[in-house]
């Protein structure tokens, strides 16, 4: 409801820039070919060969992290702090506010263990099980192929943790997301999307879409859509980008505690299934969700009511 200007330009135009700069140039391109070029540098055997085949490779762990730490970093914190810096003349501290309270932490982390774990299970299975029409065969084949190659990739960053991987993983496969992807995915373009379209909600949704189809793994893209938004409506509320950021971390890194856990035998369930969760339990943890939510966006209303009361109270 209060978020920052990040351009006085029109807000097609700033869109437009942010998508070719960062997006397009910063992550596809700059980051990617730099995660590469040091995973080239650094791993002693055929690297298009073990990528192709993550499972016979596991030795390729390290690299791929270190790859992948390399292209989020470059990609999505860096990109965007040079573009807001030079093209913008602002910082990356104007997204981020100082409050973080503990009802708000308690919130967030119920939604995103309650809510984006199993009220939207359904979802997940759905989407997981999807069968494409015989006129979409091609994309079907080829979103279940890149599923399998996203899937291998993860196995093999994921697999036989010990605690040091597991914290250095956490750190890559969480913390970076969540600061890299909401600094350019709410921060930026949702902010420019609202601008140009004058509609919040129909904003956060197209860029929920946008976020989704970044991740390229469609067979998970309507769950990630509905956590897209999710973040994007606390960046909304908030006007504080790490309140999302929190979520998003939550998100990932619940995962791969859980993970952690089932692979020590101390979790009694595997995190990685994409079957439904009981309908009573995912019942109660929607209505639970939805008062979560309606709970933060009550906050977050009232603080901003409060804040635009204090110049009449002080006059």
């Known amino acids: 409801m209060h978020a ?16 070719l700069v960062i997006v397009l140039f910063g992550w596809t391109i700059l980051g990617q070919v730099l995660g590469v070029v040091v995973a080239a540098l650094v791993y002693d055997g055929n690297l298009m060969e073990a990528l192709n085949d993550p499972a016979s490779h596991p030795d390729i762990r390290n690299t791929l992290l270190l790859s992948q730490a390399v292209a989020a970093f470059t990609g999505f914190i860096f990109m965007p ?9 602002r910082s990356l501290l104007i997204f981020f506010g100082k409050e973080l309270k503990w009802p ?19 979802i997940v299975e759905w989407n997981a099980e999807m069968q494409f029409p015989e006129w979409m065969a091609g994309f079907g084949n080829w979103a279940k192929e890149t599923e399998e190659m996203a899937a291998a990739l993860i196995k093999t960053i994921t697999s036989d943790l010990t605690p040091l991987t597991f914290i250095v993983t956490l750190f890559i496969v969480a913390i970076l997301p969540a600061v890299g992807e909401e600094i350019v995915f709410r921060g930026l373009i949702q902010t420019e999307m609202v601008r140009a ?14 976020f989704s189809a970044f991740h390229l793994q469609f067979l998970g893209f309507l769950p990630r859509v509905f956590i ?53 339990l995912v019942g109660v943890s929607l209505v639970l969700t939805l008062a979560l939510l309606l709970y933060l966006k009550n906050y977050f209303q009232s603080r901003l009511s409060t804040a635009s009361d204090l110049p009449q109270q002080i006059q």
């Open 104 to 122: 708000l932490l308690v919130a967030v982390i119920m939604i995103s263990v309650i809510g984006l774990g199993i009220a939207l299970s359904p």
């Open 4 to 19: 920052p200007s990040i351009s006085d330009r029109p807000p097609l135009n700033s869109l437009l820039r942010i998508l």
């Open 228 to 280: 897209g938004a999710f973040l994007g409506y606390l960046y909304f509320w908030s006007g504080n980008l790490w309140i999302p950021v929190l979520g998003h971390f939550f998100n990932n890194g619940l995962q791969l505690t859980g993970l952690f856990l089932y692979q020590k035998g101390l979790l009694g369930f595997d995190v990685e299934s994409t079957e439904r969760a009981p309908w009573p």
């Open 81 to 89: 702090w040079y573009y807001l810096r030079v093209l913008e003349r």
């Open 197 to 210: 379209l004058k509609n919040p909600h129909t904003a956060i949704w197209i860029t929920s879409i946008l």
